[in-house]
């Protein structure tokens, strides 16, 4: 509510701050052209008036706002929409197959994976690196219920990786099929 209440009351500025500099604009404009009216009724007789018949200015042109008088505003929307669209970083995370899970006490401190909680967004891609001297897993499923067709590295050998990219948003959790005391999950928003 609070949120709602603020960008409303943002919005309400932003068109306050450009009908004033509209307004602004046009005032000076019609100052502008008054000046160049009195200018006129004295056959531009006073220094003021003698800008009016400068080379390259006609009588009865009234001569331009300069460009670097326009407002702040307008120069930042122009360049707002000739900037490139933000290129997108492709993302990833990287989960540690420790030395020695292949054998039983990584599940007591939940270690198996590091980290064994994962939490990531949509179109992430999430690494699996095994610094083991064994052969490990990541397959989605529960050592319970077995494979859920997610994903499955397959053997990941020492010192090799897996990749798998989450595309899709959900609680995926994973196991190690040898080593079924090795889970972890990766929760994806
Ligand atoms: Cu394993």
Redesign the pocket.
């Given at each position: 509510m609070i949120l709602v209440a603020a960008s409303l009351t943002a919005i309400g500025l932003i068109h306050l701050s450009i009908g004033e500099n509209v307004l602004f604009g046009d005032q000076m404009q019609r100052d502008k052209t008054a000046f160049f009216e009195e200018c006129k009724a004295i056959f531009y007789a006073t220094d003021e008036c003698q800008k009016f018949v400068k080379a390259g200015n006609t009588l009865y042109e009234v001569p331009k706002l300069d460009p670097n008088e326009a407002s702040e505003d307008a120069i930042v929307t122009e360049s707002d929409m000739t900037s490139p669209p933000p290129v997108m970083q492709p993302i990833s995370e990287t989960v540690i197959i420790p030395e020695g899970?292949?054998i039983p006490g990584c599940e007591e401190t939940s270690e198996c994976y590091l980290p064994a909680l994962l939490t990531i967004g949509t179109g992430t891609t999430v690494i699996w690196e095994n610094n083991d001297t064994a052969a490990?897993?990541a397959t989605s499923g529960t050592p319970e219920d077995g494979p859920d067709g997610s994903f499955d590295s397959g053997m990941i050998m020492a010192g090799a990786i897996f990749e798998h990219e989450f595309s899709d948003s959900g609680v995926f959790e994973y196991y190690?099929i040898?080593?079924p005391w090795?889970v972890g999950t990766v929760t994806v928003e």
């Open positions: 899970v292949g490990h897993l190690c040898v080593h090795m």
